[in-house]
């Protein structure tokens, strides 16, 4: 159990945590949430010990392990996969010490505790989890140098979850994923064997991977039990039931103030001002839990043309010339709102930059309204802002003739306030640079807009403001995003983007996570049918088959030499009788850990031999 008890902490003499406790049991699965810079990531670093409290009290079990991931795995030769292995320490120390050791007693030792663990299916496991955060199985053996920063971010979540700590903190892991790797990870946190607490602003994961909701809020902490859908409508209740309390204690302060001032001056009415005064003295103020003011988007809404806006016929679009997508036959019409599906390297991506013009055709012919506008929001053009320049100078470039006046009110409309206005982009919070972006992209009141992942850095107010503005546009709009609860809610048109083509997919969004999650239809249930296992799976089945052997070798080995020992007739002569009872006492650590080595070595070849020969 994690105990939080009357913790303190503040940043720069800012109380984040005063007074804030909560106790989560042995298993459990909890959302962390609450508004950006509340101190979710904060309580995170308490909790793991990397800052210290003020006052107050974090407990774990003694000897629990506490696992997360801090930063993108570094650029190295290592393989993805060894990497992944090497997150294990206590695998990988019971191994080298199992090859290093002699003594019979503590390989029996090594050997309980390798099978406890589950170290001779660690490959398999590993390849797995990189396979379910959208890694292909060749790309299981190159090395981490290969892949840029967002893709060594998925391999230290590989790790961590592999080493499967007895707490998992886990802060915004979706953020780094695809609605594919997404899908795969909340049906791994909901099966996983131990504690997870989750920082999340992604409500599909918050109401189908977690059992309760911790909320961070006013710098105290409460645990609801149930999905975040139940918290927020048990939250909703309270927080009207809070306000209509506070409204009440108001009319009656100003009822008392009013007697105050109207009879303070009256010799005659003294004694009974002054009663109410104390009396106003010990109304204990009310407040309501922080309700964040809903930081509303405003899309500029545009002219409308004649449809279809863009259409397609047998366009075929990649890079260097080969092709990534073709016979793309497509139509786009100014009220369309559609989401690209499909795994990463599949195409989304050129897709979206086919539409916005930022790619040119191969073949095939693309036709555009003459007057059509498009705005395209990208996560990487996060890094395209000027770290050095203020919201109000990036405004500046596109408007040079407004006022400043004008300029605030434009960024006012999303949500960046007056003194964000004037902080350099380089200090702006991650949230608040995606709002600026998503200014810049709408500026021009485009027709249709392409949003790529346009909610990394939002938190849950923003998100459903999101949802609203895109309610509310008037354009197109084309997005890729892992939160399937926007998704849901904006999209009407799902297109599937998989093989080198685009086709519209016939099904839900829930119907593609089914099939995301490999769960079979019902009619297929009378038969089924194991998947095959990938090439990567067997050769990692393979791999622990003949570490397997090797240990028994190995033991079989030292069980001979004490046989020789113990063969020796000088060894039963009285004066030797305690030396003799010593070597008999390790033949027979030996033949324990030999017959344990040898049951864990059959069940590798079982898997083996199962993987090899399906059903």
Partial sequence: ??????????????????????????????????????????LFRLIRG??????????????????????????????????????DAERAALLAEAEATEDGHRIAELQTRLADIDAWSAEARAATILKGLGFDDFQ???????????WRMRVALAGVLFARPDLLLLDEPTNYLDLEGAVWLESYLARYPHTVIVISHDRGLLNRAVGAILHLEDRKLTLYNGSYDTFAETRAARLAVAQSEAKKQEARRAHLQSFVD?????????????????????????TTPQEAALKAFSFPQPDELSPPIIATESVSVGYDGRAVLSKLTLRIDQDDRIALLGKNGEGKSTLSKLLTGKLEAMGGRITRASKLRIGYFAQHQLDELHADETPIDHLRRFRPEEPPAKLRARLGGFGIGAAQAETVAGKLSGGQKARLSLLLATLDAPHMLVLDEPTNHLDMESREALVEALT???????????????????ADRLWLVKGGRVAPYEGDLDGYRRMLLAEPEPRERAKPRAPKPSREAVQALRSEARACEARVEKIEAMREKLAAKLADPALYEDARIGEMEVWQRKYAEVMEALARA???????????????NPA
């Avoid at 650029?75 to 992944?84: F, G, I, R, Y």
């Avoid at 040898?598 to 199962?610: D, F, G, N, P, Y």
Wanted: glycine fraction near 10%.
């Fill in 1 to 42: 159990m994690l105990r939080i008890s009357d913790i303190r902490y503040a940043v720069e003499g800012r109380p984040l945590l005063e007074g804030a406790s909560a106790r989560i049991p042995g298993g459990h699965k909890v959302g962390l949430v609450g508004r950006n810079g509340t101190g979710k990531t904060t």
């Fill in 50 to 87: 990397e800052l210290s409290l003020e006052s107050g009290e974090i407990s774990v079990p003694k000897g629990a392990r506490i696992g997360g991931v801090a930063q993108e795995v570094p650029a190295s030769s290592t393989s993805l996969l060894d990497t992944v292995l090497a997150a």
């Fill in 140 to 150: 299981h053996a190159m090395p981490c140098s290969d892949f840029s920063g967002g």
């Fill in 262 to 286: 109207r009879f303070r001056a009256k010799a005659s009415k003294a004694v009974q001002a002054q009663s109410r005064l104390k009396m106003i003295a010990k109304l204990k103020p009310i």
């Fill in 472 to 490: 509310a546009y008037s354009g197109a709009v084309v997005i890729v995003s892992h939160d399937m609860h926007l998704l849901s809610l904006v």
């Fill in 598 to 612: 040898e049951t864990l070595w059959e069940a590798a070849l079982e898997k083996l031999e199962t993987a090899e």
